[in-house]
């Protein structure tokens, strides 16, 4: 599986986006982009997933560059709730999906 | 409410004793997998199973084992137990459609004295 690299940790204002980057420059054709998310101590949570094109849903949009060397997950209107460490995990298809966790990056949502 | 349900909540035992911690997987998930975080290592996977058969190990040390029982439940057995496997331990669950979406349950927290 590709090597990730994210920054280890971003501050974003409430009501604000943010935008979470990923560099998995190794990622081969057939890993698509998973991204979780671990609010303190909780069980991870699942938060999306692509191969090349953009996606969205009720918690995120993906952004894949074209390359897919990159990828950025954004969430549109922070809340406090969104503080969290969130992981970018690159996952081949048809992987039994044991997930590899990095370090991830630690968002914190500021009033 | 991920639907994936563990117990117990807390678990606290001395070093040299044997613990098991139970899952039970979201309705109609086929797949467990447990997974190991501890302050130094970070989340780790251990080990999968699918419809009660082994599929995939990690990380596992020979002290732990785990299983999978016909109505799917899984437990996570862990022996001469030693401070340093003090740790959340998850158990996530998922349907075939989608391996790698996984729910995720609340954890057990293991403290070794």
Redesign the interface.
């Known amino acids: 599986d590709a090597k990730t690299t994210q920054p280890t940790s971003m501050d974003c204002a409430e009501g604000r986006a943010a935008n979470l980057p990923c560099n998995h420059s190794t990622i081969s054709g057939n890993e698509y982009v998973y991204w979780y998310r671990q609010i303190h101590s909780q069980g991870p949570q699942y938060i999306i997933h692509g191969l090349k094109n953009n996606e969205t849903n009720e918690m995120a949009s993906l952004i894949i560059t074209e390359d897919r060397k990159s990828s950025t997950l954004i969430l549109p209107h922070a809340t406090l709730r969104d503080t969290a460490v969130y992981y970018c995990i690159p996952l081949s298809r048809g992987s039994q999906g044991n997930l590899i966790f990095g370090k991830g990056t630690k968002l914190s949502v500021k009033p | 409410d991920?639907g994936?349900t563990q117990t117990p909540k807390h678990l606290i035992t001395a070093t040299g004793q044997r613990v098991t911690l139970r899952c039970s997987p979201r309705s109609g998930d086929l797949?467990v997998?447990w997974?190991q975080q501890s302050l130094d290592q970070?989340?780790?996977?251990l080990i999968?199973y699918?419809n009660g058969e082994e599929?995939?190990k990690?990380n596992i040390l020979e002290r732990f084992s785990a299983q999978q029982f016909p109505d799917l439940h899984s437990e996570l057995n862990l022996s001469s137990l030693e401070l340093g496997d003090s740790a959340?331990y998850?158990c996530?669950s998922?349907s075939p459609r989608n391996?790698?979406?996984?729910?995720?349950?609340?954890?057990t927290r293991l403290t070794v004295l």
């Open positions: 991920s994936v797949s997998y997974y970070g989340l780790q996977f999968q699918y599929r995939a990690g959340l998850f996530a998922s391996p790698a979406e996984q729910f995720f349950g609340p954890g």
